[in-house]
Structures are given as C-alpha cells and as structure tokens.
C-alpha cells in the first residue's frame, strides 16, 4: 500500500447515524477521531433527524433527511466560513452533530410538592398532580446553541429536569386560573391539559423543543381532605338514619339465627345499635330544628300582704301607670333568690320613669 493510499484511506467518506432503537439520544456528534471529511464524503440523514455542520464553534450548514455528496455547491455557508473558492477539493475539518427530531413519548412530571390553590367550595387546599408528556426538537440550530453546545450526547434525562420545572409552574398557574372546584376536577383533566399544553409551548421554544402532548393524569386531594369527602359521602348515601338502622337490624337477624346461643347477645347489641341510631337521628333532628322562642318573664304582685298574678311585664307597666304598683311594692319571679321591690328589678324599673307624678290638688 502506498503512503498515498494509507492517507486516503483514513480519510472519512461516509457520514450517518444509525439511532438504536430505544435510544434517548436528542443529540450526537459525529466522531471522526482527528480524520478529515473528505470532499465528495456521502452523507445519509435518515428521517426523524437532520444533521448539522459546525466549524470553530459556528453553525454552518443544516442538512434536513435525504442523502447528500458534500460539495461546495451544497455546502454555502461552511464555503464561507472557511473561505473556499469554487471547485475546492480537498479534505476538511469539520464537526458534524447529528439531532434527532423524532417524537419522545411517555415522559413523566409531577409536582413534587403540593400547589397551593383556593377551591370556591373548600377554600385554601393543596394538590398534587401528576401525568406525561410528548415532546420533540423544533429548532436543531437554537437547540444546538442553548442545549447541546460541545457535548458529545446529550439525552433526554439532561433536559427533563428543566420541563418539569416549566410544566410545574404553568399547570400550577393555569390551575388557579381556571377557577375549577375540586370535586370537578376529574371531568375537567382534557381542558386542563389543553390550557396548560399552550402555556408551556412558549418557554419551551426558546430552548429550540417543541411540546407535542400534554396530558394530566390524576389530581389527588390531601389524605385528610379526602377522609372528610369519603365520610361525607358516606351520610349523603345512608340518608336517614333512623332507616338505616332498621336495615341492619333486619340483615343481623338472619345471621344471629344461624349462630346458636348467639340471638341475645344480638338482641342486646341490636338494641344498643337501634338506641344510638335513634340518638343520632334525634341529634340530628334536633341540629335541623330553631330553638324554642323563649317564655315571657312572669311576675307575682304582693298587695296588702296578699300575692296576686302572676303578670307579665306589659301588665305590671299598665298597673304601674295606674298607681297599683308602687316602687316599693314586693314583686317575685321565678329565678329570683327572694322578693325585692319593683324599683330595684332591672326589668321594671324603667316603667316608674314614664309615670306622671300626681296631680296636684
């Protein structure tokens, strides 16, 4: 073999990426191990990739899928970069990234602290969500520059972190703005999804990724909230009490025949079942109802040594005009230790004010 042909033959003459299947890659350069590209190279970009050339740390020349023999003619901005006339035809240095555009699917986010939002039924509550998403390169050349710079790889893992963080905070906003009570959640994930899938698209182009799917999976309430809903649920099931009762008294029955010596101890605990059902339906009934409109205070008169009445307070303010009552005059009512005089009971001593003193003569 010449020296010649030993150059030559270390020269690179064919550029492509086979992507393993299953691969995370977003990115990969092309190693050429210090070789030169040969002018006249084949270069293959398979669908679902595009390949980009970067001279000295600048972009160059973006080739979409197809299949390409690397000339100056197809080759203009690297032409320029590195000053080359017509007809050039030597090897050349030149790095060689490989981005894939594919769809990658199934990834996961959450939120890995609870969202605080203000629920028009509950109030203040936090929240938990979870789902997956779909995204994809949409800018090989800002992805290269924000992303990739001189990495070798670069995979999804690398990126995923900062998804997340953005996906977080839009659902988190979304979430407050929609104003959806919790307990309608569930029937609302598709326009959640939606919603935030458009707030999201804008922060993700500017790292040159594109997100394709958006979907939210589950929206789950604090354990103690949910508790409270469950129990609540579980009275608007059993409706009335006092029915309810009945009902387990008539399934206990059946079973207790069947357990012999077993029908009193059921009896007994029946009834202490039917007691407190009745308590609690009693309890609730009493809970529904307004209290009873209080009584009017009752007042007994002692009149020359003699008790009269008993009289309410508009009949002792009528007997008080008519100079039957005196402030010294002894009043009782029930509640008071002792009899005292009309004047000195809170209730009645503003009616002596209103009466006239007597008529002179």
Known sequence: MSLFQKIGGEFIDIIQWTEPAGDDLLAYRFERYNNEIKMGAQLTVREGQVAV??????????????????????????????????????PFRAEVYFIATRQFTDLKWGTPNPIMVRDPEFGPMRIRAFGTYAMRVSDPATFLRQQVATNPTFETVQVSGQIRDTIVARFTD????????????????????????????????????????????????????????DTRSKMSVIGDMSQFTRFQTATAI??????????????????????????????????????????????????????????????????????????????????????????LVDELKSFFGSVPPPVPK
């Not at 972009?59 to 197809?74: C, W």
């Not at 307990?183 to 500017?206: C, M, P, V």
């Not at 005059?329 to 005292?340: D, F, I, L, P």
């Open 53 to 90: 050339f970067v001279n000295e740390g600048k972009l160059a020349d973006v080739f979409s899928p197809g299949m390409y023999k690397l000339q100056t003619q197809n080759m203009p901005i690297l032409s320029t970069l590195k000053g080359w006339k017509y007809g050039f035809d030597s």
């Open 174 to 229: 979304v979430l407050g703005q929609a104003k959806i009570p919790a307990l309608d959640l569930a029937g609302n994930y598709d326009k959640i999804s939606k919603l935030a899938l458009e707030a999201i698209k804008t922060d993700l182009a500017g790292l040159g990724l594109a997100l394709t799917l958006f979907y939210v999976e589950n929206v789950s309430l604090p354990p103690e909230v949910e508790q409270a809903l």
């Open 254 to 343: 059946p079973e207790a025949a069947q357990n012999p010596g077993g029908m009193a101890g059921i009896a007994a605990g029946l009834g202490a079942g039917v007691a407190i059902g009745g308590q609690m339906a009693g309890s609730m009934a009493t809970a529904a109802a307004p209290p009873p409109i209080p009584a009017a205070a009752m007042y007994f008169v002692a009149v020359n040594g003699q008790q009269t009445g008993p009289f309410d307070a508009a009949t002792i303010s009528q007997k008080i005009a008519r100079r039957e009552i005196a402030p010294e005059t002894m009043v009782w009512k029930q509640g008071m230790a002792a009899w005292s005089q009309a004047l």
